[in-house]
C-alpha cells in the first residue's frame, strides 16, 4: 500500500484484510455472498498509544507490516486512497502471526 495521507489517533490502528482462500480444500468455488469475512490483516498504519490515568504514554505494541488476528466483528470499516480499510483498537487485536 502507498503511503496514505491518514494516522490514527491514540491506541487505534489500521489494518487492511488478508483475503480468504476462494476455494475449499476439495476445490469447490464459494460465491462471494457464502464467504465468511477472513479475521486476518495486514497492520498498515499505528496511533502513537493510549494515555494511562497519570497521563503517560503507552505505546503500541504493534508496527506496520505485522500479520494479525482479530475478531470477526472486529473495527470499522472505511475506504482511504481507494482501499477498504478497517479502523480498530489495538485491544481488538488478538494476536500477530509470526
Known amino acids: 500500500m502507498a503511503k496514505s495521507n491518514f494516522r490514527p489517533l ?11 482462500d476462494e476455494k475449499t480444500k476439495g476445490g ?3 460465491p462471494d455472498t457464502a464467504k465468511e469475512k477472513p479475521s486476518q490483516g495486514e497492520i ?3 496511533g502513537p498509544g493510549g494515555r ?3 497521563g503517560k504514554l503507552i505505546p503500541i505494541d504493534l508496527k506496520v507490516g505485522d ?4 475478531g470477526k466483528w ?4 472505511v ?11 489495538e485491544s481488538d487485536i488478538m494476536g500477530v502471526l509470526t
Do not use: N, Y
Open 10 to 20: 491514540h491506541d487505534r490502528v489500521v489494518v487492511k484484510r488478508i483475503d480468504a
Open 28 to 30: 469447490i468455488i464459494i
Open 44 to 46: 498498515v498504519a499505528v
Open 52 to 54: 494511562d490515568e497519570a
Open 67 to 70: 500479520r494479525v488476528l482479530f
Open 74 to 77: 472486529s473495527g470499522t470499516e
Open 79 to 89: 475506504k482511504l486512497d481507494g482501499q477498504e480499510l478497517l479502523i480498530m483498537k
